[in-house]
């Protein structure tokens, strides 16, 4: 069990994060009980204490952990599989409100990517990577447009059926599943491209939303954005305290 690859492309911190995150669900690490100590944990791992202490911080920033400082780090009773469990792909999140997504404009192509995606998908080159574009909506009107960049580790080879929902074709595909994403907010406005594409005039004002998606070993594999016609959809978020 407490055993790390050193010949995998995965970081060896990554490693420790996934071996955690397996540890959790473990039968000797349920109802409270603690896990090793950072001491124990790095050297049965053969890696430093700042490696395992850094594993185990992002599992208590997520939730998946708890650690008081003189008693020990435990799994948090409210910890979840995965750092994404409840999120879907959006045509079955609209599914489940009762709508059905309609694909206005489907491109799925190679293409350079851009500077963003360059950074966000930690790439070194700017050799063609496969790119989806989309123009979706229901009720006869687009609704957004997005654009997703893919890692060239997925082996896309282009021949993949993107009418189906995002990740459970990619699933099927590649074998790689979403673990978290990383979600960015801004206000914009259409261009003319982007205007012509979603039936609405220069300068309307849209939401635009990027969205990163990593796999369980902190790898991003998916990088895109989406921009949304303000008038015609509403992006909502709910907060709750926990209760002390």
């Known amino acids: 069990m ?23 669900n473990l039968p000797e690490y349920q109802a409270g009980k603690l896990l090793p100590n ?23 920033y997520e939730g998946v952990l708890e650690r008081k400082a003189g008693v020990g780090t435990r799994a948090s009773d409210k910890h979840l599989d995965s750092g994404i469990s409840a999120w879907h792909s959006f045509t079955s ?14 491109e799925y192509i190679q293409a350079a990517p851009c500077i963003e995606t360059l950074r966000t998908l930690q790439l070194n080159s700017k050799d063609p ?8 909506g229901w009720e006869g009107k687009p609704i957004l447009m997005s654009t997703s ?33 990383r979600e960015e907010f801004l206000a914009t406005t259409a261009e003319a491209h982007n205007a012509q594409r ?29 921009l949304y016609v303000s008038s015609r959809f509403t992006l909502t978020m709910e907060l709750q305290s926990e209760e002390k």
């Open 93 to 106: 999140e609209m599914a489940a409100k009762g709508i059905t997504v309609q694909n206005f404009q489907m």
């Open 149 to 181: 960049w893919f890692h060239p580790r997925l082996n896309l080879k282009g021949n993949e059926d993107f009418t189906k929902p995002l990740y459970e074709t990619l699933n099927a595909e590649t074998g790689v599943q979403p673990f978290r994403a």
């Open 38 to 60: 950072e001491e124990l944990l790095a050297a049965k791992l053969g890696v430093s204490r700042g490696t395992v202490r850094a594993g185990i911080s992002r599992l208590v």
């Open 198 to 226: 979603l039936h609405v005039t220069p300068g309307t004002p849209l939401q635009l939303r990027r969205h990163t998606v990593y796999d369980s070993g902190s790898r991003p594999f998916e990088y895109t954005e989406i």
């Open 2 to 24: 407490l055993k790390l690859n050193r010949r995998n492309s995965i970081p060896l911190r990554a490693q420790v994060e996934q071996l955690l995150r397996k540890m959790v």
């Open 129 to 136: 990577i496969w790119r989806l574009d989309r123009v979706r």
